[in-house]
């Protein structure tokens, strides 16, 4: 079946310091969605990518999806400690959304 | 809006018991999905349902697992037999489904532990 894998799967960071998560699908997505999920808490939808290569901002996060639209990546400029917890991508496999394996970010003041 | 609503919130419950989990999702939402999170299989889909529906239940672990959804506001998980192996946090996600490119919002959860 269809598998989405992200890398790495933990990464602690210094405040300020920049991070990326990357995040690669076995087969071709229809689309990619970014969730962040606090500690102790639900996954929260960030953003969603529906165009080969499309990139979109928000604040100091930046989305990208790749050419082939099979892999996608988020990196965040600049961490804060509010940046703490696990960042999943979401691609959809015809009807079903597919989680990936997440990326657990941890922010050291 | 109140959001996705899960009760209950924990559940600590001896092997052998039934649990049922309870989620109401946002009112005019048309899809309903159930996942399970754990540190080692990380975030998996049990059950999704369209329109009250069920549309596809292969992750749906083994048959202790059943789901229902009697109306458009609310949809129970159950465990009968329930065993320390189906402790996790299940979570109920809703989204109007015009497509199939809507996001998902999540409950709570709720957090299960089988002794």
């Known amino acids: 079946g269809q598998q989405v894998m992200q890398i790495p799967q933990y990464q602690h960071v210094q405040e300020g310091e920049d991070f990326t998560t990357y995040c690669n699908s076995s087969?071709?997505?229809?689309?990619i969605q970014w969730y962040k999920q606090r500690p102790g808490g639900h996954p929260v939808f960030l953003i969603q990518?529906?165009?080969?290569?499309e990139v979109k901002k928000q604040k100091r996060l930046t989305f990208q999806f790749g050419e082939a639209k099979k892999n996608s990546s988020l990196h965040i400029t600049a961490t804060q400690t509010t940046d703490v917890g696990t960042y999943f991508c979401?691609?959809?496999?015809?009807?079903?959304?597919?989680f990936g394996t997440g990326t657990r970010l941890q922010v050291f003041p | 809006d109140a959001g996705v609503i899960q009760s209950p919130r924990h559940e600590v419950t001896e092997m052998g018991q039934e649990v049922t989990l309870r989620c109401k999702p946002i009112?005019?939402?048309?899809?309903l999905f159930w996942y399970r999170q754990t540190m080692m299989r990380g975030l998996e889909l049990l059950i999704y349902?369209?329109?009250?529906?069920?549309?596809?239940d292969s992750g749906m672990p083994e048959d202790r697992f059943s789901a229902k959804m009697p109306n458009a506001s609310f949809s129970t998980l159950k465990i009968q037999p329930s065993e320390p192996r189906d402790s996790a946090v299940y979570f109920c996600?809703?989204?109007?489904?015009?497509?199939?490119?809507?996001?998902?919002?999540f409950g709570p959860g709720t957090r299960l532990t089988v002794l």
């Open positions: 349902f369209n329109n009250n529906v069920p549309i596809d």
């Open positions: 996600a809703s989204s109007l489904a015009e497509s199939s490119y809507n996001e998902q919002f």
């Open positions: 990518l529906v165009k080969s290569g």
């Open positions: 087969t071709t997505l229809s689309n």
């Open positions: 009112s005019g939402h048309n899809s």
């Open positions: 979401a691609g959809y496999n015809t009807d079903k959304l597919i």
